[in-house]
């Protein structure tokens, strides 16, 4: 499989890389951007990547500001959260595949954080993107969870935020969850936890009015043993497009050959999960 890898550069001067698979065969088949879950890096997305390439579909896979080919990290001079990703970073990762291929819909599949923040760029961006695909992502409101999870999500939550205040970031490597994460990143993330709702720190767009008129499908595929995307979580976040049409998936050990059930363990066998995005591409380009 062809990647290539371009380092592209936002406004600010943070450098990244966006990592792209073969060009198109046909002006108008689908491009598929790829946000990876918090604190992982987009290299892991590979196999993703080329399990799409051997599906015919090209694929574009983004790197979050502060991981792996990003010219920053997180630390006490240097804080960033959502409005950067947003206004920065993916919009320059959109124009270099729209530069390419002008012709090509670009679909966003997030995992996890990406799924989240997907909706909210096609909710900024509605022009630009023709549908989100979610995987094992979902909106984390804690009431919405059941007891005992939801106090513990909102605990942990509170614990991340107190951390990343007190030390300047939120130093995920060494506590076991997320990456080297940037404090206001980890306060927006810690929003949507307490609320439900998305405020982005520094954006004066209202996202729940955006996402509510959105005319956009989405399709959401949660897996089992997944305890921080469950199905609930999914369907809140579907339910934020009230004008779209929000598909949804679960998949069991039956779907997978392997162990790979749970947050995580999806990304080293990725066929069950390109076989349902597949199938819904296919059914929103008939639609077109």
């Keep these: 499989m062809s990647i290539l890898t371009h380092q592209l550069s936002s406004a600010d001067g943070v450098h ?80 270099f595949i729209r530069q390419h291929y002008p012709q090509n819909p670009i679909y966003l599949l997030g995992h996890s954080l990406g799924g989240q923040l997907g909706l909210l760029y096609m909710s900024l961006k509605p022009e630009e993107i023709s549908g989100l695909i979610g995987i094992a992502s979902g909106l984390p409101f804690y009431k919405a969870w059941e007891f005992p999870t939801n106090w513990g999500l909102w605990f942990v939550s509170k614990a991340m935020r107190a951390v990343a205040l007190s030390v300047g970031y939120f ?71 009230t004008n779209g049409q929000v598909t949804y998936h679960h998949l069991e050990a039956k779907d997978f050959e392997k162990n790979s059930l749970g947050h995580f363990n999806w990304m080293k066998e990725p066929e069950p999960i390109i076989n349902r995005v597949i199938e819904w591409l296919s059914s929103q380009q008939n639609k077109k």
């Design 16 to 95: 990244f890389d966006l990592s792209l698979t073969k060009k198109p065969a046909e002006p108008r088949q689908p491009i598929v951007l790829c946000l990876p879950a918090m604190g992982v890096p987009a290299r892991k997305y590979s196999l993703l990547a080329e399990s799409l390439n051997n599906q015919g579909i090209t694929s574009a896979i983004f790197e979050w500001r502060g991981i792996d080919t990003s010219s920053v990290r997180a630390s006490r001079k240097v804080n960033f959260g959502y409005r950067e990703i947003l206004s920065l970073d993916l919009p320059v990762a959109i124009d």
């Design 171 to 241: 130093p995920g490597r060494k506590l076991g969850f997320a990456g080297r994460e940037a404090r206001q990143l980890i306060s927006d993330w810690e929003k949507s936890v307490a609320t439900g709702r998305y405020y982005v720190e520094g954006c004066s767009h209202d996202f729940e009015s955006l996402s509510g008129r959105l005319n956009k499908n989405a399709m959401m595929i949660t897996i089992d043993d997944d305890i921080l995307a469950p199905p609930a979580s999914a369907k809140n976040l579907g339910k934020k497009l």
